[in-house]
């Protein structure tokens, strides 16, 4: 059996006011990296698209997590056929994510918008399984596990609560549908852990809030991006914790079809919950091949340990108009950006921890239907 | 107990941000353009040369109240035809004020002496204006009759003097509103 460490996703998005109705490309941005995280706002992802206008996005994220110095990622196993919560079983070494994420916007009205996500993941997971059980001395057996596939859907909506040239707030709603795979399996045949799959197997309820203001008109303004989402829990007796995530940051234009971004990300993952019996791997003996102690066979809810964490990044990135520097229709509404998110502060809670991640993403806008007026 | 802790910190600074620069009017009204057929809001701006103009000081006119900005595409683009409609029948009663949006003065009268326009470029540098006018993109231009009426709201849409001149003829005729027009 497996353990993952990873988990979650990834909402993210954007930013860049500009507030002209025909010369606004809005660069749309979402990044949902399953397990791990990627929580970079983009470009003008929070922002409703004017009525008529489809914004496509593809995005591709690299989240790299590894364990931090000082922890030894000694963490339970999370068995799901049998419901059971296998204490200090596993041994954590790395997860590495890639997620290309389409995203859709549309401008129904100049104030009401609708969202579309659809990630799809690629990722690799390795551990050492069996402490105490597997191995000549129990230290456990190395275990792969790679898999690719959609991940979990998100539809919201979104709508301006407060639209004026120099600021805006934006209040969305959205539901992440149980898309993703729960039953990719690991190189041992076994069913990877959950916390590893690509999909979360349940509804996911995600509710936002996007401000932005400028501060010198269409040279700099700040932007702030509020997060929280709620999973409920799935068919095989798991719930991952809630995710609660703000992002505070700022874009300077520097020449028309160049923006640069600063940006903080913070998130704060509540422990996962498991319904689940108590077990406790022994440690690590010559001779191995001891098995875990049933410490409490009632099935309940348990907080799963070592999860739940909190992580504080600081993410620098640039925006490229290719509106503002190739006069062709090819590259009419299109932009390209690029942002990395280096930690800054992790908390991983002894299990494996987010690195510096890579963004890149391209922006396309088609104005589908003309606004009344 | 630190998870709800850490929910109300996070909601807390939210709400912070949110309400900061917030009037409670905004907040209840949002910033909502005008209805065709309601009478416009009045307003006082300077122009370039430091005139104050008031929007009631051209009752009596057919008025073209346009935002605009520099930076912005569409409403440099449309402003020759502005001009051009501006020159023609200006004698008729028709009238343009052009505000400019939170720009720098130096920049707006560059841009102006460059093109060689000559109708009135107000400077809005609160944003109260098209706060009152409910525009939050641009650009935009506002019809108002002689009676200080809306008789036609335009976003984005690009002005010809074909348009400007049909709008002003329609105005003038008294000609009841198309509905599409009604937002």
């Given at each position: ?123 690799t997971h390795k551990h050492i399984d069996g402490l105490g059980e597997d191995g000549p001395n129990g230290e456990g057996e190395q275990t792969r596990f790679s898999a690719d596939g959609i991940g979990d859907m998100r539809v919201g ?217 | ?81 502005m001009q051009a409609s501006y020159d023609r029948i200006r004698d008729k009663g028709f009238v343009v004020l052009a505000i400019n949006e939170l720009e720098d003065e130096a920049k707006v009268r560059e841009h102006i002496a460059q ?69």
């Open positions: 059996m497996t353990r993952g460490i990873i988990r979650r996703s990834v909402l993210v998005l954007a930013v860049l006011s500009c507030v002209s109705w025909g010369l606004s490309v809005s660069s749309v941005s979402q990044a949902a990296c399953g397990a791990v995280t990627c929580f970079v706002v983009i470009g003008s992802q929070q922002q409703i698209p004017q009525e008529g206008l489809l914004t496509f996005n593809g995005i591709y994220n690299y989240t790299p997590m590894r364990l931090l110095s000082g922890t030894n990622g000694v963490i339970p196993a999370i068995d799901q056929a049998q419901r059971r919560l296998i204490l200090d079983h596993h041994q954590e070494v790395r997860t590495v994510t890639q997620t290309f994420t389409f995203d859709l916007n549309y401008g129904i009205t100049e104030r009401l918008g609708v969202e579309v996500t659809i990630p799809y993941m690629w990722r909506l979104k709508y301006n609560a407060h639209a004026t040239l120099s600021s805006m707030v934006v209040l969305g709603f959205g539901v992440y549908l149980p898309t993703g795979s729960i039953k990719d399996r690991d190189n041992t045949g076994e069913v990877m852990e959950a916390p590893t799959q690509l999909g979360r197997g349940q509804i996911g309820l995600n509710p936002t809030i996007y401000q932005t203001y400028e501060l010198i008109p269409h040279r700099l303004n700040q932007f702030a991006f509020g997060s929280y989402r709620h999973t409920f829990r799935n068919n095989d007796g798991y719930q991952f914790g809630d995710e609660w995530l703000l992002n505070i940051g700022a874009n300077l234009v520097t020449v028309p079809w160049l923006v640069l971004t600063s940006q903080f990300n913070y998130r704060y993952l509540v422990h996962d919950n498991m319904r689940a019996s108590l077990f406790q791997s022994a440690p690590p003996t010559p001779g191995g091949g001891i098995e875990p102690t049933e410490l409490d066979p009632n099935v309940i809810n348990r907080p799963v340990p070592n999860t739940g964490s909190t992580y504080l990044a600081f993410s620098p990135g640039f925006q490229i108009s290719m509106d503002g520097l190739i006069d062709s229709p090819l590259t009419k509404m299109t932009s390209f950006y690029f942002y990395a998110q280096i930690p800054v502060a992790r908390d991983s809670n002894n299990n494996l921890a987010q690195g510096t991640s890579f963004i890149f993403g391209i922006t396309k806008s088609f104005q589908v239907l003309q606004p009344k007026g | 107990m630190r998870h709800r802790a850490t929910g109300l910190v996070v909601w807390g600074v939210l709400l912070f941000i949110w309400m900061q620069g917030q009037s409670i009017e905004s907040l209840a009204m949002g910033s909502r353009p005008p209805a065709t057929g309601m009478a416009a809001e009045d307003f006082a701006l300077q122009d370039l040369s430091g005139r104050v103009h008031r929007l009631s000081d051209y009752r009596g006119k057919i008025v073209l109240v346009n935002f605009w900005a520099t930076w912005c595409k569409p409403c440099t683009t449309e402003m020759p035809a093109y060689k326009h000559t109708f009135p470029v107000l400077l809005d540098k609160d944003n109260r204006v098209a706060n009152q006018f409910g525009v939050f993109g641009l650009p935009v231009s506002v019809f108002i009759d002689e009676k200080g009426v809306v008789q036609e709201y335009i976003k984005g849409g690009l002005l010809t003097e074909q348009k400007i001149d049909d709008i002003v003829a329609r105005i003038q005729k008294q000609e009841p509103v198309k509905a599409a027009s009604i937002r």
